[in-house]
């Protein structure tokens, strides 16, 4: 049947968005920040191997806890700058083997932590900051005026919390999210650089607020690049990189690297003639913007950045196609505003047509794909966030059919498959269990200790090949 019986749901908009999973027991607008910074006395080094990407450090002081750790290729025979990742499965070697390269670039140390992850709430996330940088700042010999956070979706709001309540984290690197929910635009003591894929269902949401960052003092520029929502390519990374040492250097950190700022300033105005060639003025809008925030106070080539800025809002071309872009985003609100209405009661067939619909109007480079493909993220992180708290509540009969759209929705993603799993464990389909965990597995599950002590898979222990699965997960 098509018809539903209505489901009492809880479904702010933020519930999507709040990738921890809980909401912040405290409030982050009126915690006094805590400087953890550990006196250089009693600070220990150890060595590490350069140039490789040690998976797993134990935290000396609690063993429960580790991180990944990359030294660049230079070694850690100085105090350098040091940028700690979280990500948002608890994969702290994933970003470190996506940006190592940057590391060796910029000189730069890289930790990620493998415990900090969705569902935390926000004590945990801080334990967890806690021991991570206390370990961290003992063993390796850190720049304490170059501390960063950087994270992706979840992650993302795990760094922003740590940087408004720590005063040692400088700047903070949001990919994928923004700051944590209901934190308003504010005068940050900390540089904020937003990163977002064209078709993350987050990108509207970063571009609100970077818009509403334009009216504060914080120093802020926002990256967008061609993908979905995911950890952002390496050169888009680059660019938020060099943010840092730009920043350094105006803070007279570190000295002013001429060659570096004629080098960032000739490609930015080869990017910019390009988009101005190709017609695409609101991109070429949108790297000036981020080229004035970027060379502030550094040059006094910033006169020709904020010229043609003028001269690219100045043009009837622009103003239509900026006017397009946000009736896009209009549009887009309005069909998310539908969908929240139909998750009380909407079928198999409505959903079944809107997901088919979608996937197909989502397919291309153009302007409305990127809001197809956003509009798809959504449901899939809807689907998700419903599908999760009707399990946890034993609903399994409504987790079923949300579960089934999350597959649907988003059929290569990893989580959707496991929760499959668990409801047909909760069935004892033992067949259709061990099918699901496999599907998980090959498209990228990893975590053997959730899947071993998950309960309703200690139940079939003796019918789940455990050992089978965890030979085929990806290290």
């Known amino acids: ?30 915690i006094d920040t805590v400087n953890t910074i550990v006196p250089a006395t009693t600070i220990v080094h150890d060595t590490f191997a350069p140039g490789k990407v040690i998976a797993q450090v134990f935290c000396k002081n609690d063993a429960a ?14 105090a350098l700058p040091v940028i700690y990742f979280f990500d948002p499965h608890a994969d702290g070697a994933l970003p470190l083997n996506k940006y190592k390269a940057l590391a060796d670039k910029y000189n730069f140390i890289l930790v990620g932590s493998n415990n900090s992850k969705n569902g935390n709430d926000w004590p945990t996330a801080e334990n967890i900051w806690r021991s991570l940088f206390d370990d961290t700042q003992k063993r390796l010999e850190i720049n304490s005026n170059r501390i ?8 993302a709001k795990v760094a922003g919390h740590i940087a408004l309540n720590y005063s040692e984290v400088k700047a903070v690197i949001a990919n994928g999210a923004g700051l944590p929910d209901e934190t308003p635009p504010g005068n940050f003591n900390f540089t904020f650089t937003a990163i977002a894929g064209e078709g993350d269902m987050n990108m509207t949401d970063l571009v609100a607020f970077s818009s509403e960052l ?9 990256l967008l690049f061609d ?23 105006r803070g007279k950190i570190i000295p002013a690297d001429n060659i570096f700022i004629n080098d960032f300033i000739a490609k930015s105005k080869q990017q910019i003639n390009a988009y101005t060639a190709a017609n695409k003025l609101v991109k070429a809008e949108q790297e000036c913007k981020l080229s004035l925030s970027m060379l502030d106070g550094l040059t006094t080539e ?7 800025d003028a001269s690219v809002t100045n043009n ?10 946000r009736n896009l985003f209009t549009t887009e609100q309005n069909i998310k505003a539908g969908y929240m209405q139909q998750f009380q009661g909407g079928g198999m067939s409505y959903w079944s047509k809107t997901i088919n619909d979608l996937q197909t109007k989502a397919k291309g480079t153009s302007a409305e794909a990127a809001m197809y493909q956003r509009l798809l993220a959504y449901l899939s992180l809807a689907f998700y966030s419903i599908s999760n708290r009707l399990i946890a509540s034993n609903q399994n009969n409504d987790a079923q059919h949300f579960v089934e759209l999350y597959k649907m929705a988003d059929a290569t993603n990893s989580e959707a498959w496991y929760f499959s799993a668990i409801l047909n464990a909760r069935s004892n389909n033992v067949k259709a269990t061990k099918d699901d965990l496999l599907k998980a597995v090959d498209l990228g599950f990893n975590d053997k200790n959730r899947m071993i002590q998950q309960p309703e898979f200690m139940n079939l222990a003796a019918q789940i090949n455990f050992a089978m699965l965890e030979s085929k997960m990806k290290k």
């Not at 334009?214 to 926002?222: A, E, L, Y």
């Open 1 to 30: 049947m098509n018809v539903r019986k209505p489901i009492k749901l809880l479904l702010p908009v933020f519930c999507f968005m709040a990738c921890t999973g809980k909401k912040p027991t405290t409030d982050t607008g009126n």
């Open 65 to 78: 806890q580790s991180y990944s750790l990359y030294i660049p290729v230079k070694g850690n025979n100085e």
């Open 148 to 155: 960063y956070a950087c994270g992706f979706s979840g992650g």
């Open 214 to 222: 334009d009216k504060t003092k914080t120093k802020h520029r926002i």
């Open 227 to 249: 993908g979905k929502h995911e950890w952002a390519p390496e050169s888009t990374m680059n660019i938020a990189f060099a943010g840092l040492q730009l920043d350094a250097m």
């Open 302 to 308: 910033r006169t020709w950045f904020k010229e043609k």
């Open 316 to 325: 009837p071309a622009y103003k239509k196609q900026w006017q397009t872009e």
